[in-house]
């Protein structure tokens, strides 16, 4: 097929064709099936590459590009049947080659905010919430119910006080309180960026269903304050030496890291 069909083709997927040339473009592919077959594979096309993770990645290439360079990567909105191989297998070497620069020039900040995903809620674990007989185990239940409650309205600082009025409260906590209460105390002081802080609560969570993940969150935080050191790497290197809910996120900072 010539350029005219090519861009009569095109003009007719996008939908601009007046009424009449339409009705009668539709009318010559009734008569010709090689016609018919031509669109409904361009027409295919067109819906891959408006797919959801393509219009993803012309975004992150807009915006390293522009990272880079005044110029603008643009993806037009109909490909040519004869350049859709070519430009596709260009932009995703295009886009694998400057997101991995991208990713590998990542700042400890910036890992830290990639990954970091702090939680919207301080769910209480079933364990710790009630007995076997359905009673709440805990006599602090109450005040980690209003602490959560502040803490996903955002009131970090409320959250905080609320945390710290109890422990003065509760000079001599039991195990479980001590662990749920420097869970959410490390939670709320990453959530206002106080990085050592957070650490320092977070440490103290030795045991319970909060261990693994207050590791998970010291570790980052000693990203985000000491950097890419040795000492820092070997703290997220231990997520790799078992099945664990941080293990994939571990794998992807180790992949973002600088070259020594």
């Given at each position: 097929?010539?350029?005219?069909?090519?861009?009569?083709?095109e003009?007719?997927i996008?939908?601009?064709?007046?009424p009449?040339?339409?009705?009668?473009?539709?009318?010559?592919?009734?008569?010709d099936?090689?016609?018919?077959?031509?669109?409904?594979?361009q027409?295919?096309i067109?819906?891959?590459?408006s797919?959801?993770?393509?219009?993803?990645?012309?975004?992150?290439?807009?915006?390293l590009?522009?990272?880079?360079?005044p110029?603008k990567?643009?993806?037009?909105?109909?490909?040519?049947?004869w350049?859709?191989?070519?430009s596709?297998?260009?932009?995703?070497?295009?886009?694998?080659l400057?997101?991995?620069?991208?990713?590998?020039?990542r700042t400890?900040?910036?890992?830290?905010?990639?990954?970091?995903?702090?939680?919207?809620?301080?769910?209480?674990?079933?364990g710790?919430?009630?007995?076997?007989?359905?009673?709440?185990?805990?006599?602090?239940?109450s005040?980690?119910?209003?602490?959560?409650?502040l803490?996903?309205?955002?009131?970090?600082?409320?959250?905080?006080?609320?945390?710290?009025?109890?422990l003065?409260?509760h000079?001599?906590?039991?195990a479980?309180?001590?662990?749920?209460?420097?869970?959410?105390?490390?939670?709320?002081?990453?959530q206002?960026e106080q990085?050592?802080?957070?650490?320092?609560?977070l440490?103290k969570?030795?045991?319970g269903?909060?261990?693994?993940?207050?590791?998970?969150?010291v570790?980052?935080?000693?990203?985000?304050?000491?950097g890419?050191?040795p000492?820092?790497?070997?703290?997220?290197?231990?997520f790799?030496?078992?099945?664990?809910?941080?293990?994939?996120?571990?794998?992807a900072?180790?992949d973002?890291?600088?070259?020594?």
């Open positions: 097929m010539d350029e005219k069909i090519d861009i009569k083709i003009q007719y996008q939908g601009e064709l007046s009449e040339n339409q009705a009668e473009f539709e009318q010559a592919m009734a008569q099936s090689e016609l018919a077959a031509e669109v409904a594979l027409q295919d067109e819906a891959a590459i797919e959801p993770e393509v219009a993803e990645l012309e975004q992150k290439l807009a915006y590009m522009r990272e880079r360079s110029a990567i643009i993806l037009p909105s109909g490909w040519r049947k350049a859709v191989a070519a596709v297998v260009l932009i995703v070497g295009l886009g694998y400057l997101l991995r620069e991208s990713h590998q020039s400890p900040e910036e890992l830290y905010l990639a990954y970091a995903e702090l939680p919207s809620d301080l769910q209480l674990s079933s710790i919430r009630s007995d076997p007989s359905g009673q709440e185990s805990d006599p602090g239940i005040v980690w119910k209003v602490v959560d409650s803490y996903q309205a955002k009131e970090y600082g409320l959250a905080e006080e609320k945390l710290q009025t109890w003065v409260q000079p001599d906590p039991q479980n309180q001590t662990a749920i209460y420097y869970y959410y105390l490390g939670m709320v002081q990453l206002m990085f050592s802080a957070a650490q320092h609560s440490r969570v030795r045991s269903p909060y261990a693994e993940s207050a590791n998970w969150y570790g980052l935080a000693d990203l985000r304050t000491n890419t050191s000492e820092v790497k070997k703290s997220i290197e231990q790799l030496r078992y099945e664990n809910p941080y293990r994939e996120k571990a794998k900072i180790l973002g890291w600088p070259e020594e």
